[in-house]
């Protein structure tokens, strides 16, 4: 799998995301920066990462959906290749339309860092193929800004759809119907606010974010 991971300014997760990727597909991603306009030949997935990109000014991913690699994000994922955001990534991504609604201020108005459940709720995905519907998992959350919304008919056609990947078993930081990571239409974009790179090994606490990676290397390859 030729995997390329996107920074931007104030990104914070790039290197863990290329760890994990390297560790579960043995080969080391291409770190594109955020002033590329075009992404390496042959890229079967595109990785954008959590971080606090343009130190969240204006809102958070707004910014960095307007730099120039996310035109050729853009492209590629209408070709169907694999995009994966993840916490500011899931963030960039709706901000770039590719996926639909927001991600607002958490409800608590707090910083929330910490172990999450999630249940799985489409395992049919590139994404989440490597699951179980209906499992519940434990991934880590870190994020200011995860509060996920949109109007009541969006939330009921991507229920509708089955493109709601996962859901929060519990509260965390109010998003609508307990979101926490949704599918684009043709499935092969994943928005996420769990960070799955950070549950690879035990001794992280858990290897939960472990099969997302290897269920991808599996689709992809």
Same mark, same amino acid.
């Given at each position: 799998m030729k995997a390329a991971v996107v920074t931007f300014p104030g990104s914070n997760c790039d290197r863990d995301l290329a760890v994990a990727i390297r560790e579960v597909t043995g080969r080391a991603p291409a770190m594109v920066w955020h002033r590329d306009s075009i992404l390496p030949a042959g890229t079967d997935l595109i990785a954008i990462p959590g971080g606090f990109s343009y130190g969240d000014y204006l809102r958070s991913g707004a910014m960095a959906a307007r730099s120039p690699i996310m035109r050729a994000v853009a492209e590629a994922a209408g070709k169907g290749v694999p995009v994966l955001g993840i916490c500011n990534g899931f963030q960039v991504l709706t901000e770039a339309g590719l996926l639909p609604g927001a991600l607002m201020r958490n409800a608590g108005l707090s910083f929330v860092c910490r $172990?999450?459940?999630?249940? &799985? =709720? @489409?395992?049919?995905?590139? %994404?989440? @193929?490597?699951?179980?519907?209906?499992? =519940?998992?434990? &991934? $880590?959350?870190?994020?200011?800004?995860?509060?996920?919304?949109?109007?009541?008919?969006?939330?009921? +056609? !991507? =229920?509708?759809?089955? +493109?709601?990947?996962? +859901?929060?078993?519990?509260?965390? @930081?109010?998003?609508? +119907?307990? !979101?926490?990571?949704?599918?684009?239409?043709?499935?092969? &974009?994943?928005?996420?606010?769990?960070?799955?790179?950070?549950?690879?090994?035990?001794?992280?606490?858990?290897?939960?974010?472990?099969?997302? %990676?290897?269920?991808?290397? =599996?689709?992809?390859?």
């Open positions: $172990p999450v459940g999630l249940k &799985v =709720e @489409n395992n049919q995905s590139i %994404f989440t @193929n490597a699951y179980t519907v209906g499992e =519940e998992i434990t &991934v $880590p959350v870190a994020h200011h800004d995860g509060n996920f919304q949109a109007d009541a008919a969006t939330l009921d +056609r !991507i =229920e509708g759809e089955g +493109r709601v990947a996962f +859901r929060y078993t519990g509260e965390v @930081n109010g998003s609508a +119907r307990s !979101i926490a990571g949704i599918l684009n239409d043709a499935g092969n &974009v994943l928005g996420l606010m769990p960070h799955p790179e950070r549950a690879l090994e035990q001794a992280h606490g858990g290897t939960d974010g472990r099969r997302l %990676f290897e269920g991808l290397l =599996e689709a992809v390859a």
